[in-house]
Each structure stands twice: as C-alpha cells, then as structure tokens.
C-alpha cells in the first residue's frame, strides 16, 4: 500500500473513532473530550483524567494505541486494523478500553 493510501485510510480511521466517541458523549453513554492534532487522536474520560491516544504511524503504516492497558500496533489487514500481537481487531479492542476507562459498556 502506498503512503497516501495508508493516510487516507489512517484518516478514516481516525475520523471514524472521534465521531462515535462524540457520538457515545452525546447520547451520556460516556464522558468524553476528544482532541484532535494531525495524526493524532487524544480521547479524555473526564470522570477519571485517563486518556487514549491513538496516533498513525506512516513509515510502519500501523495505527497506535495508547491507554492504561498498554500500548498496541494495528496494522491494515483486508479491510481491518489488526493488532500486530494479537490478532485482535482495533473497533472492537476500542469498545473494551473506552469501556474499561470509562465505565460504562460502549460499542464502537
């Protein structure tokens, strides 16, 4: 894949988790600020200060993820970001840390 279909994609991506988590805060599923700079996308649970961080690598064309758990790689498989570790897919691995961290039950 070349550079600029990886940004596009990364972008999408991006875009994609900023609206449901806006969305999740609108409906008072979760209470969320979402911070948007360039590549990176820093998500903030406002009842406990924790934060998710979920920037785009361009040169290992991965999407990274940082949050209390840990920090994760996603790579694009097929039409997937998949965990480079674990195989997990990144919405659903999203779902459970906003979950987590938020607490309350959230699906992306």
């Known amino acids: 894949m070349s550079e600029t279909e990886f940004l ?10 900023e609206t449901a988590m ?5 409906e008072d599923l979760l209470d969320v600020e979402c911070k948007r ?12 200060g924790s934060k998710v961080i ?6 290992m064309q ?18 997937e970001w998949i965990n480079t570790r674990d195989g997990s897919e990144l919405f659903a691995a999203l779902s459970q840390i906003a979950s987590a961290q ?7």
């Open 37 to 48: 700079s360039g590549n990176v996308l820093e998500i903030e649970f406002i009842d406990n």
């Open 8 to 17: 596009a994609l990364a972008e999408s991506a991006l875009g994609t988790i």
């Open 102 to 108: 938020g607490g309350a039950a959230v699906t992306l």
């Open 54 to 59: 979920i920037n785009s690598q361009a040169p």
């Open 22 to 26: 806006d969305r999740l805060n609108d």
């Open 62 to 79: 991965e999407l990274w993820v940082a949050a209390k758990s840990g920090g994760f790689h996603y790579k694009r498989v097929g039409e």
